[in-house]
């Protein structure tokens, strides 16, 4: 019984695996590397989402991330949220976004973060969205990003690749 258990498993894992490490371990293209991609799901009557990633420069020269683009959305804008007297306001980030060489940019809750914007029908957990990243060196990169959980911090099933 033990071992037609543990068959049962191994098969589940075969099946499951590709879509897990395409969703979680990241996206190479040329010198920028995307990873932790995912988005919040909305509430049903909202038109905007947060989108949340980290962007790597591996290359020899920093890079800029010129705007980004989704079908799913009229607009999508590079959102920072900043103190200002002693209160939190979200806005868009002025000009490029230089990623510089070796070293990666974080969008996370209450930071940097993406702002998709005039979205028709709300990202409901489980949807996947199409997304298409501008950089002024690499060009357009194309991300799949998750949705998740409306308060979701990080994206499902997150893994450390740091020691690899």
């Keep these: 019984m033990n071992n037609l258990i543990r068959a049962a498993l191994a098969a589940l894992a075969l099946v ?24 919040r799901a909305m509430p049903p009557a909202a038109q905007n989402a947060g989108g949340f990633l980290v962007i790597s420069n591996d290359g020899q020269a920093d890079d800029a991330l010129l705007m980004v683009t989704s079908p799913l959305a009229g607009e999508v804008q590079i959102h920072e949220t900043t103190m200002v007297n002693d209160m939190m306001q979200m806005g868009p980030v002025e000009g490029d976004l230089v990623i ?21 029908t709300p990202f409901a957990e489980g949807d996947e ?20 959980a409306i308060g979701a911090s990080v994206a499902p099933m997150q893994m450390d690749h740091s020691s690899h």
């Design 129 to 148: 969205v199409p997304v298409t990243l501008h950089f002024r060196e690499e060009g357009p990169v194309d991300l799949v990003m998750p949705v998740v």
């Design 100 to 120: 510089p060489v070796g070293e990666s940019v974080t969008f996370a809750p209450g930071g940097l973060h993406l702002m998709f914007m005039q979205v028709e």
């Design 16 to 39: 499951f695996t590709p879509a897990i490490t395409i969703a979680h371990e990241g996206h190479m293209h040329g010198a920028i590397s995307l990873s932790g991609a995912f988005i």
